[in-house]
């Protein structure tokens, strides 16, 4: 959904980032370049939990008196509903606070358009290969701090199933709670095996802790950037042939996810 343009109105960019690795807030970065390269804000920023800039240094870089806030997140859970809103001090979907104006969108990661940048990865990740051969498993981290972390998974996967896609079967699975991204092979019974990781950034999870559980290494490696053994499909394993992607929110498309939801804000609170 393509959305006016906001001259007088900036954008906030929310994501989780890290202390540990040096990939996980680039993916951040280039949204905020591929959007601010279209021109529809007068300015586009990024801030973080676990980095700086901060979400609390946030209101002191925004000139403009309007700010959409948009979580680049996967999931409403925790963060989204608990952290966010707590450091930025947001009361509602539109606060009014500190001289400004601030509308909070929802997730990046519980929009529709998400279904399209999923296919089109497994679909990049496996040119050729036959979706009716073919398991997708769509795999996020799992936990018990909020039940809705789980459910933008598991909505994609039902997504993927009724679009007509013709896999053999789309299966989510996590890291830390059932069913186990690590019974990949038990879980698909098809030849084939696409597993795309649904995070925002190539960080600890997709390209360290995920690559262990499927089998591909034996133990916890390098950060993303520091290496390209990754990038190479398939991965004949456990007598099948898996393709894995990197995570989904590394592509540019994802700047067009997070303008559908400044869109949908605009339709749902201020039209």
């Not at 996980?24 to 905020?32: C, I, K, L, R, V």
């Not at 001289?99 to 399209?116: A, E, I, Q, R």
């Not at 979706?131 to 795999?139: M, N």
Request: proline letters at 7%.
């Amino acid at each position: 959904m393509p959305i006016s343009p906001k001259p007088g109105s900036a954008l906030l960019i929310v994501g989780h980032g890290s202390t540990e690795n040096p990939d996980s807030s680039t993916p951040y970065f280039d949204h905020a370049d591929e959007i601010r390269s279209r021109r529809l804000f007068g300015e586009v920023h990024c801030c973080f939990w676990k980095e700086e800039p901060s979400m609390r240094e946030a209101r002191y870089m925004i000139d403009a008196d309007e700010v959409y806030v948009v979580p680049d997140f996967i999931s409403e859970g925790y963060f989204t509903q608990e952290i966010i809103p707590r450091e930025l001090e947001f009361d509602g979907p539109t606060t009014r606070r500190h001289g400004k104006t601030w509308h909070y969108t929802l997730p990046v990661g519980v929009h529709d358009s998400m279904t399209d940048l999923l296919l089109r990865r497994a679909r990049e990740v496996a040119p050729g290969v036959d979706p009716a051969e073919t398991t997708l498993f769509i795999v996020g981290h799992g936990t018990g701090l909020n039940q809705n972390s789980t459910k933008a998974i598991r909505d994609q996967a039902d997504a993927i199933k009724a679009s007509g896609a013709g896999y053999a079967e789309v299966l989510d699975a996590y890291m830390e709670e059932q069913p186990f991204i690590a019974d990949w092979d038990q879980l698909a019974s098809t030849p084939n095996v696409v597993v795309v990781p649904f995070f925002i950034a190539d960080g600890l999870h997709s390209y360290q802790d995920i690559p262990v559980l499927l089998g591909m290494e034996s133990e916890v490696g390098a950060a993303a950037s520091q290496r390209e053994v990754f990038r190479h499909n398939p991965h004949p394993l456990r007598g099948k042939t898996l393709f894995y992607s990197s995570a989904i929110g590394t592509g540019r498309h994802m700047a067009d996810v997070i303008l559908d939801q400044v869109a949908d804000f605009d339709t749902k609170h201020l039209s």
